[in-house]
């Protein structure tokens, strides 16, 4: 069956839409919920041979969801992690990762907490992705898609709510169309940062402009510009004791208020470019760059002795700057070619990435250290300190070049196959201005640079016995330089400039139940060489191990009735490293953060047109905090639920409580002595307005 065009393509004569520069018609199915923009084709996800979540913006709006971590809870084969408690940190199939995230398709690697409040929807792959998205995803990517200026209707939408705690946000989002296919957009949003934690809160102030001008027939063009404020008190959470998280400890907070603290000032400027070139090729062009200065600060607990009644702190200062200059293009094109359809992909890809790091250690006068151990007290009571100079100070420079290909070979009703390759070329130059300034005497004069060149393929078979039931197999090879925040935690030697590397192998089976309900299973085994984990002796450097992870994943998405809306997913995960050697016989430990089991359930039920009630439930079994898995955290259940009330056409509200039977439990670490601690029982009451 060949791929066709949608009638508004085969039209020349008549004005398309908008949206008729994106939706093709595939198979007979619109361009639209069944696909996702990261596979940067419009190729239906049930004929995609990985794993792919889709997380709606009705879907977050309705959850509450406020952060990428509240997101990722709700997502099968994902768990969170701490992140010290000033950026997203996530680990996908055993791979731990605070570069892995995309907006639009663009690389998003910079260390920070990204808001929701101008996203579509924001979509999970899972498997290798390097032929997509370049360097890194060895587990998966998480690709953030955003509002656009529509040029077809005006609207208003204002939004605000607040919990328990008093955090709470106020947003916006206007749309205006001006006429001769113009539009304005724009979105914003204040956040007050609170939880349960003593002296725990902050504010974020975010905006996104955007313009989109159909400038003929077959070209758009859309500029947009995003401003990220975001200053808050960092916590990294509790201490362990006799290989648990601290119970009872709640709220108690390890830090300093008025020291432990992190800032971020972002600007985004983007311009892209959509062209239908005829009625068989279709192109975009996108163009951004990128300023972010940032800011991170604390004091954090490395120990807790309860027979001596002590705790022990550690802390820096750590400031980074990064500009970004990235630049992409692709090509797809939908054509016949030797008696079978074919959909061609061909993109390259440029980046220029500059960052700065400099870290200050604090220094205790009462032990002439960084660390001091004191006696406890709530709050603590924390001894004089001063910071150091800085203890390391670096530049890094990337650039990269990039050319990619793939086919999407339709060789009968029946069968098909996605066959691809990606070429990279990485250039990264490294100043370490101490050494620098120590001399070269000691053979490292702080100059350090390293050259890759990779070549990512990917390979998929499907085999379609009905047409809304695909089975797939898949391999895929991905691989991650060191640049920019990767740097910052290796010793800078050879093997540590050394690319990691990533295999994906995977099987799994796609079920359009119905229009409404899907159901998706993949097993699959990923290998990691040469990986950069965290030293579990030492949180503040990393070190160098290969890990395996194999496992399973389900997911049902839909509506069962057409009163009842379910998603509902579960992942096994099994991971270890690889090649640990103790007294001659092999010693590998299970990978960090990564729960066995996950059960994730959002159900939504219509009780009349006005009434709407929701219930979801999370089930995540114990994880090991760090790799020498000596503190574990607890297994637990956690139950939400929400009433939504549509007061009239254009008002909403609604209710909505996390941990509805108030579960003390522990979601997330950074190692053993940082564990976050969950929200105990916690009610947000919304109001949305649309005119």
């Given amino acids: ?124 792959l899972r498997g290798a992705n390097a032929l997509l998205f370049g360097r890194g995803g060895g587990g998966g990517v998480v690709n953030r898609v955003t509002k656009v200026a529509e040029i077809d209707k005006d609207f208003t939408e204002l939004s605000a709510g607040i919990d328990t705690f008093s955090a709470g946000s106020v947003s916006v989002d206007t749309n205006m169309v001006t006429g001769n296919g113009q539009a304005f957009r724009f979105n914003g949003v204040f956040d007050a940062i609170d939880n349960h934690r003593d002296f725990k809160d902050g504010e974020r102030f975010a905006l996104n402009p955007t313009y989109s001008w159909q400038l003929d027939n077959n070209t758009m063009l859309r500029a947009s510009y995003e401003y990220v404020d975001d200053d808050r008190v960092v916590d990294r959470g509790v201490p362990s004791l006799n290989g648990e998280p601290l119970m009872n400890a709640q709220d108690t907070y390890f830090g300093k208020p008025g020291f432990n603290n992190t800032t971020l000032e972002a600007h985004i400027a983007k311009l892209r470019v959509e062209h239908r070139i005829n009625s068989t090729w279709t192109s975009n062009a996108t163009l951004q760059y990128a300023d972010y200065d940032k800011l991170y600060q604390n004091l954090y607990p490395v120990n807790f002795d309860d027979t001596a009644g002590t705790v022990t702190l550690d802390g820096y200062k750590d400031t980074t700057s990064r500009q970004n200059t990235l630049f992409q293009v692709n090509l797809v094109g939908q054509l016949e070619g030797f008696g079978v359809a074919h959909t061609l992909l061909m993109g390259a890809e440029y980046g220029d990435q500059d960052t700065e790091n400099a870290r200050r250690d604090v220094f205790f006068a009462q032990t002439q250290d960084d660390q001091v151990t004191f006696m406890f007290s709530n709050p603590l009571d924390i001894p004089a300190m001063t910071l150091t100079d800085p203890v390391r100070d670096r530049a890094s420079e990337v650039m990269f070049t990039s050319l990619f290909v793939q086919d999407e070979i339709e060789l009968t009703e029946q069968w098909m196959v996605v066959a691809g390759l990606r070429y990279d070329n990485f250039d990264i130059d490294v100043a370490d201005k101490i050494e620098a300034a120590n001399g070269s005497q000691d053979g490292n004069n702080g100059l350090l640079s390293s050259s890759d060149t990779e070549v990512s393929p990917r390979l998929g078979v499907i085999y379609k016995p009905m047409d809304n039931i695909s089975l797939y197999a898949s391999y895929s090879k991905s691989f ?162 929400a009433v939504y009330y549509d007061y009239s056409e254009n008002m909403q509200v609604q209710l909505n409580v996390e941990n509805v039977f108030d579960e003390e439990y522990f979601p997330s670490a950074h190692n053993a002595n940082n564990i976050g601690t969950g929200e105990p029982v916690n009610a947000r009451l919304s109001v949305q307005y649309q005119f």
């Fill in 480 to 641: 991650l330089p060191r640049s920019g925040d990767q740097f910052l935690s290796l010793s800078l030697t050879s093997q540590a400039l050394d690319a990691e590397e990533f295999e994906n192998r995977e099987v799994g089976v796609k079920w359009n139940i119905n229009d409404a309900l899907s159901i998706n299973a993949a097993v699959f085994e990923v290998e990691r060489e040469n990986g950069a984990t965290q030293d579990p002796n030492n949180p503040e450097r990393s070190i160098l191990t290969g890990t395996e992870t194999t496992g399973f994943e389900v997911q049902m998405v839909g509506q069962l009735t057409r009163q009842w809306e379910i998603n509902a997913g579960y992942s096994n995960l099994d991971g270890e490293e690889l090649g640990r050697v103790v007294d001659g016989d092999i010693a590998n430990r299970d990978l960090a953060q990564l729960p066995e089991h996950k059960f994730t359930l959002w159900n939504q039920y219509s009780l009349t047109n006005d009434w709407r009630v929701g219930l979801g439930v999370l089930y995540q079994s114990e994880q090991y905090a760090t790799l020498n898995n000596d503190v574990e955290l607890p297994d637990f259940w956690r139950v939400d639920a």
């Fill in 1 to 124: 069956m060949a791929l066709t065009l949608s009638s508004a393509y085969a039209q020349a004569d008549s004005a398309p839409k908008e949206s008729d520069l994106e939706r093709i018609t595939v198979r007979g199915a619109f361009f639209g919920q069944q696909v996702a923009d990261s596979v940067k084709t419009p190729t239906l996800l049930i004929n995609v041979p990985q794993s792919v979540s889709v997380i709606s913006e009705e879907q977050i709006n309705e959850q509450a969801l406020f952060s990428v971590a509240d997101v990722m809870q709700y997502t099968p084969g994902v768990s969170i992690g701490l992140g010290e408690d000033h950026r997203d940190q996530i680990t996908i199939r055993g791979q731990n990762t605070t570069a892995d995230f995309f907006v639009d398709g663009l690389r998003d690697d910079v260390q920070y907490f990204r808001p929701l409040y101008n996203l579509e929807r924001v979509e999970v």
